[in-house]
């Protein structure tokens, strides 16, 4: 799933390539990616690509005029640039992953996709970000906070830390692969109790947060899109790592299943040597 640096560094390419390009075409192929109707997808053709940025994990593509084009990728969805289309054919609406494509004047442009059956990628053409639901409930911006702030707001919601940090109303911004990467930096278990955490483990906690996703995004800056996924998975240390050496310590990492995910640590850095119980592999033994 694209996070904060992922996004960062799409919106960054998209400041490099397609702005100032005027549209051509917006086309939708997958009719519910698009969660709005009015504006409709053709009021974005002849208008002018003037900026691209982010709201936590949501893409903002704005075009002159105060219209923005707001996506939220999900687990599978991400930014494609196209240096030119093989044709100029309209995507048939329900075919492939692709669910919605830009073409610019300059022949070149940007599909939407989205791979897997699941479909969880949702597009919004509003003329204001802040009317679409995810983007309204969104806390500050996970890299952008001041210790200050990112102490109130992990203290605000009590619960583990793990699902506190990726609560996106609280901080914006870090998913799973990232969370456990901080959590590993901040030498934390995933299981700890947000209020129960010390001023010193806040502390480290908030300086591990910007030093994973800064250095994410300073690697990933430049990249193509189509770089970023092996930029991604070359800089982590524990996520999706279960058994092999942590690079700081070299014992074991270990995971944890639930239903859906998955999370990864390292026992030594973060939990005292102790392997945290994997709920659904305790009951599948028991
Ligand atoms: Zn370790």
């Not at 990728?73 to 669910?99: M, N």
């Not at 969104?138 to 506190?164: H, M, N, Y």
Request: hydrophobic fraction near 40%; glycine fraction near 10%.
């Amino acid at each position: 799933m694209p996070e904060l640096p992922e996004v960062e560094a799409l919106a960054g390419y998209l400041r490099e390539r397609a702005v100032g390009r005027r549209v051509e075409r917006l086309e939708v192929a997958a009719i519910n990616a698009l969660k709005t109707y009015d504006p409709p997808p053709s009021a974005v053709s002849g208008r002018t690509v003037i900026g691209a940025g982010r709201h936590g994990k949501f893409l903002d593509v704005l075009f002159d005029g105060d219209l923005h084009l707001v996506v939220h990728l999900a687990r599978a969805g991400w930014l494609h640039y196209r240096e030119a289309f093989g044709s100029t054919t309209p995507l048939r609406p329900g075919k492939g992953p692709i669910a919605v494509r830009v073409r610019l004047d300059d022949g070149s442009g940007f599909d939407l996709t989205e791979a897997g059956t699941q479909k969880k990628l949702a597009a919004y053409l509003v003329t204001d970000p802040a009317v679409v639901p995810g983007v309204a409930k969104l806390g500050p911006d996970a890299l952008a906070a001041d210790l200050a702030t990112f102490a109130e707001r992990i203290r605000s919601r009590r619960g583990q830390v793990k699902g506190v940090l990726t609560d996106q109303a609280v901080l914006a911004g870090v998913g799973n692969a990232y969370s456990d990467e901080i959590l590993h930096t901040a030498k934390l278990s995933p299981f700890a109790i947000t209020d129960r955490l010390s001023d010193d483990q806040v502390a480290a906690l908030h300086a591990a947060t910007r030093q994973v996703l800064g250095d994410a995004v300073a690697r990933s800056a430049g990249q193509r899109a189509a770089e970023l996924k092996g930029e991604k998975r070359s800089g982590l240390r524990v996520h999706a790592r279960t058994g092999l050496p942590c690079p700081v310590c070299g014992d074991t990492v270990r995971e944890v299943s639930f239903a859906d995910s998955s999370l990864q640590y390292c026992p030594t850095c973060q939990t005292g040597g102790k392997p945290l119980a994997d709920r659904r592999l305790s009951r599948l033994v028991r």
